[in-house]
């Protein structure tokens, strides 16, 4: 087993189904891997911004991670705009991104770039594989932390030989903490807002934005009178016929 192999095991192990991927020629062993091992379905995208928008979708509907695969630091400069955006929607996303051999950094490819540069600000956790030793507990870890309450972008720089290089075994999924528990004392000031007699809104976000949680907010709403609202791009919204009615602040709020 190689490193690849045991790091597609460990996503699997932790319950990533799909990986959308746009790969060059250093993530050759990580495709093959895709391939060998059972429980991961792979789907190309012919770009990676299209491989990172759908990485989004996914995250946002399934609520849980899908795997991406993208070469070196211009692909993940090309997908950069869609992981913005599930940035911004606290999307569960499991970033990989190839990179040149370790020892082939000194040479400074073509292709060469400061891949951490360009991960940093669109990933809540960032980290590069040293060793097909640890490429699986890094990737346990990676799943672990994009699955961290609200969620986030996990990136994984996979260099080719930690890729290509022989591994031990893949690493079981890490438990995933859940969200922190909302204070007695902010519970009160909410309610003691409500309560002030003057015009009032609330402002719904996330997991609230969910069918239970609208309903718990329209109760509210019915008994205070405050107008219930959510942001205009809102990542996921439950509607229809019988659920709670939200207002979207307009884009231009003036």
Known sequence: MNG???LVRTLVNAGVEVCFSNPGTSEMHF???????EGMRAILGLFEGAVTGMADGYGRMAEKPAATLLHLGPGLANGLANLHNAR???TPIVNIVGDHATYHAQYDAPLASDIMGFARPVSGWLHSSNSPKTV???GARAVQAAMQAPGQIATLVLPADTAWLEAEHAAPALPVPGPAAVSREAVDAAAKALKNGRKTAILVRGQALKEEGLALAGRI???SG????CDTFAPRLQR???RVAIERIPYFAE
């Open 4 to 6: 690849a192999e045991s």
């Open 136 to 138: 699986a507990a890094d």
């Open 240 to 242: 229809g016929a019988g």
């Open 88 to 90: 911004r929607a606290s």
């Open 221 to 223: 709403a019915a008994a």
């Open 31 to 37: 495709v093959a891997a895709l391939d060998k091992v």
């Open 226 to 229: 405050a107008r219930i609202m």
